[in-house]
């Protein structure tokens, strides 16, 4: 008679998911704009942030895109740049406003939580309607948890102390250029200059009607060291070159800036993902 088998002991596993349709609206919210590729996350630099804290653990990274029937020619070829980078990627496709990938974000999650023991898990989505409940679940039952997103948007894992927040420009090499957003929590010591978005003289274009005799005048309006009103949109500012119009000849005999909590990317950088 055989004896019965062993069951193979569940390996240990950090897993990296992707919302791609999350961090790409989101990004084009801060942008006000639809991202160039340079503003694009490089996923090559994203994987090796993730593998520096994996240590011995085995990985898994996974990307979840949704696919519109018009978009299939121009994304087949971001696919495969992912699948070489060692993504595994989940394609949905968009025929209905529901048609969404967070399920099978969630599914997947519990799927190797299931196999494996999940040591850290790695979520790159503002999403904490979906995720928030989930991720402290999962920290109760000792994983690691952490959100890799945009501070503007991931106030759920900021604001939980079960989870770890990371910010996306943070991460060394995953942006080509400065985004260009407001970050006064990541101001250097000695401080740092924001640019202007645009001309001042393009203030003189606008049409501003005077207030009407009887408009009642603020007290006062709100400082810089103010908290921003909620859900105001923050401030973007561009590079030299970038979105929105740029400083007049007025403007070129200002100081020079430099890009806030920002370093330049070293030497010439690699190759570029594009989301379509």
């Not at 501003?208 to 009887?214: I, K, L, M, W």
Request: net charge negative.
């Amino acid at each position: 008679m055989e004896s019965p088998r062993r069951a193979e002991p569940a390996r240990d596993l950090d897993l990296l998911v992707w919302d791609a349709p999350n961090v790409d609206m989101t990004l084009s919210a801060i942008l006000g704009s639809r991202p160039a590729s340079s503003d694009r996350p490089r996923f090559d630099a994203i994987a090796r942030w993730f593998l520096a804290g994996a240590g011995e653990h085995e990985v898994e990274g996974c990307v979840f895109t949704n696919v519109q029937p018009t978009a299939a020619v121009s994304l087949r070829g971001w696919i495969e740049a992912l699948r070489s980078f060692g993504y595994a990627v989940f394609a949905r496709p968009k025929l209905h406003p529901e048609d969404d990938v967070d399920d099978a974000m969630l599914e997947h999650i519990a799927e190797r939580a299931a196999t494996h023991r999940l040591r850290r898990l790695v979520v790159a989505s503002g999403d904490g309607r979906n995720f928030l409940g989930p991720l402290e679940e999962l920290h109760r039952a000792g994983v690691r948890c952490v959100v890799l997103s945009f501070a503007e948007v991931a106030g759920y894992a900021q604001e939980s102390p079960h989870i770890e927040f990371v910010d996306l420009e943070d991460v060394p090499g995953a942006f080509q250029v400065s985004l260009g957003r407001t970050r006064l929590s990541a101001l250097p010591p000695g401080g740092g200059w924001f640019r202007p978005t645009r001309s001042m003289r393009a203030l003189l274009e606008e049409p501003h009607p005077a207030p009407a005799p009887d408009a009642e005048v603020p007290a006062a309006q709100p400082g810089p060291e103010d908290d921003a009103a909620p859900g105001a949109a923050p401030d973007a500012a561009p590079d030299a070159g970038a979105r929105g119009p740029q400083p007049g000849p007025a403007a070129a005999q200002a100081p020079a800036v430099g890009e806030v909590g920002r370093v330049p990317f070293p030497g010439p950088p690699p190759s570029r993902l594009r989301a379509g």
